[in-house]
C-alpha cells in the first residue's frame, strides 16, 4: 500500500491538546523540521491492504492511524474468526537529526454495539525493532452498549520508551479488537466493536514525547 502520509493545516483540528501539556519536565518543544512517517508492511484481519493511513499533526506533537475495516463481530451473520481481529503497523519514522521521541499517550476511538451479557476489547502494545514489545494495555466494554466507544493508554514518564538517538528502528504498533458473546445468544443476536474511521472521526491518535539526543 502507499506508504506516504499526509500533514497539513486540515489535520490541526485532530489535534487540539498538545502533548506538551503531559508533563512539562521532560517535553521540549517539537523540532521545527517535520517529522515524516511511512507504513513499511501491515499485517493483520483488521488492517486489510489499502484500509489503513497514517498522517502527522502539523506541529509534530501527534500523529494519527485511520482504518476503514476494523470489525470484530460475533453472533448472526459472523464467521467463527471474527470474533477477534488484530492488525500490526511496521512504521518507518524519519525524525529531525538531534531528536528523540516516544509515545506519552494513545487515544483509541471506534463504536460498539453490544448485546447485554457481551463484552468488547481493545488491546494495543508497541515496541522499536530490536527491542522489547511493551506490556500490552486494554480496555474492556460491557454490553447492554451501543454508542461510540474512546479508551487512552497515558504512558507514565518513567516507563517512556525513546526511540535509540543516531538509529534507524522502526517502530510497531500491535492492536487488537476481540468480542466475547458470554451470557448473550449468538444465534439470535449480533454483537460487534469498531475501531473504524470511515466518517473520518474516529481516529487512533498517538501523542508524542520530545526530547534532544545528548551531543556526540
Not at 92 to 111: L, N
Request: glycine share 8%; proline share 6%; charged share 15%.
Amino acid at each position: 500500500m502507499p506508504g506516504g502520509l499526509i500533514a497539513g493545516a486540515a489535520l490541526a483540528a485532530l489535534f487540539a491538546s498538545p502533548i506538551s501539556t503531559y508533563d512539562a519536565s521532560i517535553i521540549v518543544n517539537p523540532p521545527p523540521d517535520k517529522i515524516v512517517i511511512e507504513i513499511a508492511t501491515v499485517n493483520g484481519s483488521g488492517c486489510p491492504a489499502g484500509t489503513a493511513a497514517v498522517a502527522v499533526a502539523p506541529d509534530n506533537t501527534a500523529f494519527t492511524v485511520t482504518y476503514s475495516d476494523y470489525l470484530a463481530q460475533v453472533g448472526v451473520g459472523s464467521k467463527p474468526t471474527d470474533f477477534r481481529k488484530n492488525c500490526q503497523l511496521n512504521l518507518i519514522v524519519h525524525v529531525p537529526q538531534g531528536f528523540t521521541y516516544a509515545i506519552a499517550s494513545a487515544d483509541y476511538r471506534g463504536y460498539a454495539k453490544l448485546e447485554s451479557g457481551a463484552s468488547g476489547t481493545e488491546k494495543a502494545s508497541y515496541y522499536f525493532q530490536g527491542s522489547s514489545v511493551t506490556t500490552p494495555i486494554s480496555h474492556t466494554f460491557r454490553g447492554n452498549y451501543a454508542d461510540n466507544w474512546q479508551a487512552t493508554d497515558r504512558v507514565d514518564v518513567a516507563a517512556m520508551v525513546w526511540a535509540p538517538c543516531g538509529e534507524k528502528r522502526n517502530f510497531n504498533i500491535n492492536t487488537e479488537l476481540r468480542v466475547n458473546a458470554g451470557s448473550s445468544d449468538p444465534s439470535k443476536t449480533t454483537s460487534f466493536m469498531t475501531m473504524d474511521s470511515t466518517d473520518g472521526d474516529l481516529n487512533t491518535i498517538y501523542h508524542l514525547a520530545w526530547k534532544e539526543c545528548p551531543r556526540s
